[in-house]
């Protein structure tokens, strides 16, 4: 489309080879043992730009068995919080000297662009460095009023064995809003990443053990969801499952896990929905509604993939995002002005076309986009910024994931109808009010079914705020204290002081 800002022009040059991906499994790199690989095409670029070793079930038995090893023998779980620390530091340090070298391999493997990788990779070193705080405030309760001669505790304990399975879309950041804080808790781990993208939860491998972290404390499988996620969603000797991906593969696994009992904690899906007043600051409003549909070609599970505006804005309320989209800088992400790059895959770009060719069939109208995208030079799996008007609540496109640069937009008259929309959802992970009206923001707050919302901006977040989503996006909680605390378990300790007890049997 000649009226989109599209940027072929690529500034970074490719790497000379690809990189090759290996497990760590007990303090080791190493291949198959059947010498299985794969190959990442990157999706922006068309060329090879990674191999990876490719396990099945006897990596991830040795991968699980050493996770149990170092669990149950106390090397990392009996340290102390200050030790623990001390590593988790030193691998943040680590991950920002090798900030560069994980964004360009991150970059090729997902198509998102140079300038974002650059944010993921070296922004989760602060993740770590989080955790590494939380690590030494790791405390229960005591219980001195159950009378003089009784004194109880709560503590605290890591949970034990820790399967961390992750998505394509934001790979390093989602391993660094669970692996250090794992570790954090004492646990120890087995990582799977996605089979699309090993290579930047391979490289860590290396840092973790220039840290200090003891052998086999985490453990690192490269492969398919079945059979390697699938082996560590239900083994017997996993205690916990903590989950990042589609809520399809969450109920899999939520199944899987049913047998043995373990605990699970997923982030899944969203439609996520950002309510506009008319009393709202709206070029803001417009701006973070752009951010929020394109950011990561909207492949991001906080995607504003709906906006419900109030009918007496929306004209100009689409106008202003439609103008906005044409700005957005679309095309090479080897390119570090670029700021949407390419879909992760041939077949994904498809179902996002299919989303949107359906919500045309059912009535939508689009307003611009709608269609496939060429860069220059690059090649063709991009999707040009599509925007929807004319959406129903009964549309499929109102209501799926559809992953994608899509725009959904939706209209209100009054509050109530706002919140009947927004929570007009089998998802609930976030949303967003915009608003002058501080009463309007707190109403819309309280009574939206979203793990997050925000008031007057949308996707800020901090390693210190908890993050997770309600409904079928999801159980439970990461970051923080909370997200520390989904890695322990409670252990009440109650003790009688001095001989004071009546004895049960009666003295004949
Ligand atoms: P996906 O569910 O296809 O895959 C995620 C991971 O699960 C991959 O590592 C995959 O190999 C593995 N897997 C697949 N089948 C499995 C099985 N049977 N058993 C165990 N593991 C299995 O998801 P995806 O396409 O990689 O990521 C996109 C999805 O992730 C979207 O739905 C998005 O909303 C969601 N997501 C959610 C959050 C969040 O925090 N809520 C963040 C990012 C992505």
Known sequence: ????????????????????????????????????????????????????????????????????????????????????????????????????????IETLESGKPLTQARGECGGAADLWRHAASLARTVQGD????????????????????????????????????????????????????SEMTPSTTAMLAGMLTEAGLPAGVCNIVLGHGDPVGALMARHDDVDMVTFTGSTGVGKTITKAAGDTLKKVALE???????????????????????????????????????????????????????????????????????????????????????????????????????????????????????????????????????????LSVQTFKTLDQAIT??????YGLSAGIWSDNVHTCLEFARRAQAGTVWTNTWMDGFPDVPFGGVKQSGQGRELGRYGLDEFMELKSVVMRVGKTRTPWVKAP
């Open 1 to 104: 489309m000649k009226d989109l800002n599209v940027l072929s022009e690529q500034t970074v040059a490719l790497p000379a080879s690809p990189y090759h991906a290996r497990h760590f499994i007990d303090g080791a790199a190493c291949d198959s043992a059947d010498g299985a690989t794969s190959e990442r095409i990157s999706p922006s670029h068309g060329v090879l730009v990674s191999t990876a070793a490719l396990g099945g079930p006897r990596e991830t038995e040795a991968a699980i068995g050493a996770a149990r090893r170092a669990f149950d023998d106390g090397r990392w779980s009996r340290l102390s919080g200050k030790a623990r620390a001390e590593v988790l530091n030193r691998v943040a340090d680590l991950i920002e000297q090798n900030a560069e070298r994980l964004a360009v």
């Open 142 to 193: 005591s219980h001195n009023a159950l009378g003089d001669d009784m004194l109880a505790m709560v503590l605290k304990e890591p949970i034990g064995v820790v399967s961390i399975i992750t998505p394509w879309n934001f790979p390093f950041w989602i391993l660094g809003q669970k692996l250090p804080f794992a570790l954090a808790a004492g646990c120890t781990c087995v990582v799977k990443p």
């Open 268 to 406: 899944l899906g969203g439609k996520n929905p950002q309510v506009i007043f008319p009393d709202a600051d709206l070029e803001q409003a417009a701006d973070a509604v752009t951010f929020g549909v394109y950011f990561n070609v909207g492949q991001c599970c906080n995607s504003s993939s709906r906006i419900i505006v109030h009918e007496d804005i929306a004209d100009d309320f689409v106008a202003r995002v439609v103008a906005l989209s044409r700005q957005v800088a679309f095309g090479n992400p080897m390119n570090p002005d670029t700021q949407v790059g390419a879909i992760v895959t041939k077949d994904h770009q498809a179902k996002i076309d299919a989303h949107v060719k359906g919500a045309v069939e059912a009535g939508a109208e689009v307003c611009l986009g709608g269609a496939a995208l060429d860069v220059p030079g690059i090649g063709g799996q991009f999707y040009q910024p599509t925007v929807l008007r004319g959406v129903t609540p009964d549309m499929a496109i109102a209501r799926e994931e559809v992953f994608g640069p899509v």
């Open 421 to 426: 929309l927004t929570n007009d959802a089998t």
